[in-house]
């Protein structure tokens, strides 16, 4: 298992470097979980599949009466597998305008803004990746999670955090709620993952109950936690098939509903995996000295989002957060 910090160890080149760090600085979630590098391709044009095992089912004890048998009961598991996806982008580029670059470095730009439509896709994968629907993704939490046990409140009343005054008449019952949630997880949880509505929402629920904290990432930069939980706003999605932005975790537009989604990472929990070796990120800058008037860059991810464990993730339903 690695993580992207640790992925730039063998990395001589500098803009690797840099184009490793830019996919950590845009992504909390990308900085934080860690890869099973272990995937390889077979002969004969096979797929990147990962394989493994899921608990569903814990093994219990049990008190038994003198002269009684235990009742079997055993641990149940399943075997699955998760097919590595390939994602990114490309452009292209006259070489005038890169040379005549005025305070805006074309190429960087260029090459900066297409690491964040990566990581925007990571995000939105990661909650409603959904192989039955478009073979092109790798499944998301969404689909781990619906119908399990540690789906809460799904199809139950919604509870209401939408404005400041129900904010203030509601916020014990979503505390108890909550407590709720989290008592169905194997752990405490490394993350909420939420959209940017619900993070202004829990945030003040947290300040009313004195939950509310602030820690720092990696790059500095102030994390807000649900008593030291980081609150991860998975930001927005531009729908390229609708030509607008949509939050990453949805709301319900009809009932101004969503979810929470929480996570625990390790190998036997949430994680990501890659291909066998550290290049979880592959990049190409256009050689300039080269011919042909059109310089083409790209950069690439080879990944996929594993649940080992169904009581490793949970999903918070039906929280409103818009009146």
């Given at each position: 298992?690695?993580?992207?910090?640790?992925?730039?160890?063998?990395?001589?080149?500098?803009?690797?470097?840099?184009?490793?760090?830019?996919?950590?600085?845009?992504?909390?979630?990308?900085?934080?979980?860690?890869?099973?590098?272990?995937?390889?391709?077979?002969?004969?044009?096979?797929?990147?599949?990962?394989?493994?095992?899921?608990?569903?089912?814990?093994?219990?004890?049990?008190?038994?009466?003198?002269?009684?048998?235990?009742?079997?009961?055993?641990?149940?598991?399943?075997?699955?597998?998760?097919?590595?996806?390939?994602?990114?982008?490309?452009?292209?580029?006259?070489?005038?305008?890169?040379?005549?670059?005025?305070?805006v470095d074309e190429l960087n730009d260029q090459m900066t803004e297409k690491i964040k439509g990566a990581v925007n896709l990571f995000?939105?994968?990661?909650?409603?990746?959904?192989?039955?629907?478009?073979?092109?993704?790798?499944?998301?939490?969404?689909?781990?999670?619906?119908?399990?046990?540690?789906?809460?409140?799904a199809g139950g009343a919604p509870i209401d955090i939408s404005t400041s005054a129900l904010m203030d008449a509601n916020y014990n019952e979503f505390l108890d709620m909550m407590t709720e949630f989290e008592s169905g997880l194997d752990g405490r949880p490394d993350a909420f993952l939420v959209n940017t509505r619900l993070a202004t929402k829990i945030k003040g629920v947290a300040r009313r109950a004195g939950y509310y904290t602030r820690a720092e990432d990696a790059f500095g930069r102030p994390v807000d936690t649900w008593s030291g939980i980081p609150i991860i706003d998975m930001m927005s999605f531009y729908d390229e098939s609708i030509s607008a932005t949509v939050p990453v975790v949805p709301i319900d537009t009809a009932t101004?509903?969503?979810?929470?989604?929480?996570?625990?990472?390790?190998?036997?929990?949430?994680?990501?995996?890659?291909?066998?070796?550290?290049?979880?990120?592959?990049?190409?800058?256009?050689?300039?000295?080269?011919?042909?008037?059109?310089?083409?860059?790209?950069?690439?991810?080879?990944?996929?989002?594993?649940?080992?464990?169904?009581l490793k993730a949970g999903a918070f339903r039906e929280i409103k957060v818009t009146p």
């Amino acid at each position: 298992m690695i993580t992207l910090l640790e992925s730039k160890v063998g990395m001589a080149d500098k803009v690797d470097q840099a184009v490793v760090d830019e996919f950590r600085r845009g992504s909390w979630l990308l900085d934080n979980i860690s890869f099973d590098n272990t995937v390889s391709p077979g002969t004969g044009g096979s797929t990147l599949v990962y394989g493994y095992i899921r608990r569903k089912v814990p093994s219990v004890a049990q008190f038994r009466p003198i002269n009684t048998e235990y009742t079997a009961q055993e641990t149940i598991r399943e075997r699955l597998s998760q097919e590595l996806k390939i994602f990114g982008g490309k452009f292209e580029l006259d070489r005038v305008i890169i040379n005549t670059a005025g305070a805006v470095d074309e190429l960087n730009d260029q090459m900066t803004e297409k690491i964040k439509g990566a990581v925007n896709l990571f995000h939105y994968t990661v909650i409603n990746g959904d192989s039955a629907v478009d073979p092109d993704q790798f499944d998301g939490l969404d689909v781990f999670i619906t119908g399990s046990s540690t789906e809460f409140n799904a199809g139950g009343a919604p509870i209401d955090i939408s404005t400041s005054a129900l904010m203030d008449a509601n916020y014990n019952e979503f505390l108890d709620m909550m407590t709720e949630f989290e008592s169905g997880l194997d752990g405490r949880p490394d993350a909420f993952l939420v959209n940017t509505r619900l993070a202004t929402k829990i945030k003040g629920v947290a300040r009313r109950a004195g939950y509310y904290t602030r820690a720092e990432d990696a790059f500095g930069r102030p994390v807000d936690t649900w008593s030291g939980i980081p609150i991860i706003d998975m930001m927005s999605f531009y729908d390229e098939s609708i030509s607008a932005t949509v939050p990453v975790v949805p709301i319900d537009t009809a009932t101004g509903t969503t979810s929470l989604y929480a996570v625990i990472f390790g190998v036997n929990a949430f994680h990501a995996a890659s291909p066998v070796g550290d290049r979880i990120i592959t990049t190409a800058f256009p050689d300039l000295s080269a011919p042909g008037v059109m310089k083409e860059g790209d950069v690439e991810m080879v990944t996929c989002v594993v649940l080992k464990n169904t009581l490793k993730a949970g999903a918070f339903r039906e929280i409103k957060v818009t009146p």
